[in-house]
């Protein structure tokens, strides 16, 4: 069975729906950022998340992700942040990052253990062995 197509699951979960989703966790996680957990003492300067690349993120983590008991540190965030961005990239070239990956699954209801010093960390999440295609980049033809 392949993965769906990114237009075909996109209706699942509006940009709004995700911004609703995504504002308590934000709140209440404020050391995320769209690069991951920041560890610096001064205050982050950056981007602010993309909705719509969360949203990406939030299907593939739906897609491939399952629950699972214990932390994985299989499942760590900047790993799983390719796989999606390369699944994203091959379904309708959208790039996802660290920190958008992160909130994607806590969004999807997976907790999550930081990675000491570091933006990083592991989920409560078996992956899917299907995700491993996406391991590379699709090759341009």
């Known amino acids: ?3 769906p197509r990114f237009s075909d ?3 699942q979960m ?4 995700v911004r609703r989703a995504a504002a308590p966790i934000r709140s209440a996680n404020p050391r995320l950022t769209v690069d991951g957990w920041h560890i610096e003492r001064a205050p982050y300067v950056g981007r602010d998340f993309d909705m719509e690349q969360v949203r990406a993120a939030v299907l593939f983590v739906r897609t ?3 629950p699972r008991r214990y932390f994985n540190s299989k499942a760590g965030s900047y790993t799983l942040k390719h ?3 390369n699944w994203a990239r091959a379904c309708a070239d959208i790039d996802v990052s660290n920190g958008e990956l992160i909130l ?3 969004i999807c209801g997976y907790r ?3 990675v000491p010093r570091t933006p990083n960390c592991t989920f409560d999440m078996t992956v899917d062995a299907k995700m491993r295609r996406y391991e590379q980049p699709a090759r341009s033809q």
């Open 64 to 66: 491939f992700g399952r």
């Open 9 to 11: 699951a996109v209706a």
């Open 1 to 3: 069975m392949s993965a």
């Open 14 to 17: 509006s940009v709004d729906e």
């Open 112 to 114: 999550h253990r930081q």
């Open 104 to 106: 994607a699954a806590l």
């Open 83 to 85: 796989y999606a961005e």
